[in-house]
């Protein structure tokens, strides 16, 4: 399972790397092409969207494996292991029921963009919505395994609820070390 994980975790890196290339690529030969010759390339732009797009939903899947994604536990960190639980249980099913809803509106808006077509790329619009079935099956999956966790595993707990909160947190805690720069 570890090795299926890392392999996953590696695809989406590169995908997510590939996919920023292509855009620089695409939007700085988009560029080039206006300012030396007085024209574009329009499928450069509509691409360089698609692949944004799909840039940012493999990004919450690394943000979501990370515990990443914002979050407020202040209060939940105070109390007792049992409550902890008991609040990571609730959020878990809570997100389950949105990431549920989510992929299924993905899937409706898929199937609807099966024959629609854009207008430059000429590409079905199920592509543009189709990474959204993936995003939302990985982290229902992610979720499921981090409900598992918190129920059986010991001190996992801790560990899923220690979310990032914002960012004046972190300069908070530098500015108390006296690393304030």
């Not at 855009?23 to 030969?29: H, N, P, Y």
């Not at 360089?48 to 536990?73: C, P, Q, T």
Request: charged letters at 15%.
């Amino acid at each position: 399972m570890s090795r299926l994980y890392k392999f996953v975790e590696s695809l989406l890196n590169v995908m997510m790397a590939s996919f920023l290339f292509l855009m620089m690529v695409f939007i700085l030969g988009n560029v080039i092409l206006r300012y030396f010759f007085n024209s574009g390339l329009t499928w450069a732009e509509e691409l360089s969207r698609f692949l944004f797009v799909w840039i940012v939903f493999i990004g919450a899947i690394g943000a979501m494996k990370d515990n990443k994604h914002l979050g407020f536990s202040s209060v939940v960190k105070q109390m007792p292991l049992a409550v902890k639980k008991l609040f990571v249980v609730i959020s878990n099913i809570v997100m389950l029921w949105v990431l549920y809803l989510l992929l299924t509106g993905t899937w409706a808006m898929t199937v609807l963009g099966m024959n629609n077509r854009a207008s430059s790329t000429d590409m079905p619009l199920a592509f543009m919505f189709g990474v959204g079935l993936i995003t939302f099956s990985c982290m229902i999956v992610m979720v499921c395994i981090n409900t598992y966790r918190a129920v059986y595993v010991e001190g996992a707990v801790n560990e899923l609820i220690d979310l990032q909160e914002s960012e004046d947190e972190v300069h908070l805690e530098k500015f108390a070390k006296g690393d304030d720069k």
